[in-house]
């Protein structure tokens, strides 16, 4: 019989109280299971950066000002999630959301990738937001839609 027996676990955060949920979800499972959780948020470069240079940018050529954003989710996120003894780490990430997310998925060997239905984007013109939609399309592994 095959089971599922995940090891690894992936949570999106923007900093939108449906990530906030969805990363909840995501501890609890990791506490169950005894998998490790990695916490991830990606900001995009700012507009026009990949077209001059022409490779990602580090966090270092970026300046303080994206990654000090980063940490305010993340700290925001950590927060508002008990996280007691699980084990987990924090991941920060630069470039397009949904493709970063694949890759961390690819590069952790992950099991299992979490995220909300919606995020923090302003406009409700979709049921499921963009990052979502595209996650469920391209991650290498299960995905879990927290509503
Ligand atoms: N920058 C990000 N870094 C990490 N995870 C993210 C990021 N953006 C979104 N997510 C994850 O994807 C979930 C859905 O967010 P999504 O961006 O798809 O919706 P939205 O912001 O409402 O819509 P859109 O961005 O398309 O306007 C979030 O709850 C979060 O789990
Ligand atoms: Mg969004």
């Given at each position: 019989?095959?089971?599922?027996?995940?090891?690894?676990?992936?949570?999106?955060?923007?900093?939108s109280?449906?990530?906030?949920?969805?990363?909840?979800?995501?501890?609890?499972?990791?506490?169950?299971?005894?998998?490790?959780?990695?916490?991830?948020?990606?900001?995009?470069?700012?507009?026009?950066?990949?077209?001059?240079?022409?490779?990602?940018p580090?966090?270092?050529?970026?300046?303080?000002?994206?990654?000090?954003?980063?940490?305010?989710?993340?700290?925001?996120?950590?927060?508002?999630?008990?996280?007691?003894?699980?084990?987990?780490?924090?991941?920060?990430?630069?470039?397009?959301?949904?493709?970063?997310?694949?890759?961390?998925?690819?590069?952790?060997?992950?099991?299992?990738?979490v995220?909300g239905?919606?995020?923090?984007?302003?406009?409700?013109?979709?049921?499921?937001?963009?990052?979502?939609?595209?996650?469920?399309?391209?991650?290498?592994?299960?995905?879990?839609?927290?509503?």
């Amino acid at each position: 019989m095959t089971t599922w027996d995940p090891k690894t676990v992936v949570a999106g955060v923007d900093g939108s109280r449906e990530s906030i949920d969805a990363t909840k979800v995501a501890v609890d499972l990791a506490r169950s299971r005894s998998a490790k959780l990695i916490i991830v948020t990606v900001v995009r470069p700012p507009e026009g950066w990949w077209g001059i240079v022409g490779s990602p940018p580090t966090a270092e050529a970026l300046g303080d000002s994206l990654t000090q954003a980063q940490r305010d989710i993340l700290d925001l996120v950590l927060r508002s999630v008990n996280l007691g003894d699980v084990d987990y780490e924090t991941q920060e990430e630069i470039g397009e959301p949904a493709s970063r997310l694949v890759s961390v998925c690819v590069e952790t060997d992950a099991d299992l990738l979490v995220v909300g239905r919606r995020g923090a984007g302003l406009l409700r013109r979709l049921v499921v937001g963009s990052v979502a939609n595209h996650v469920v399309q391209e991650a290498p592994c299960p995905v879990l839609v927290v509503p």
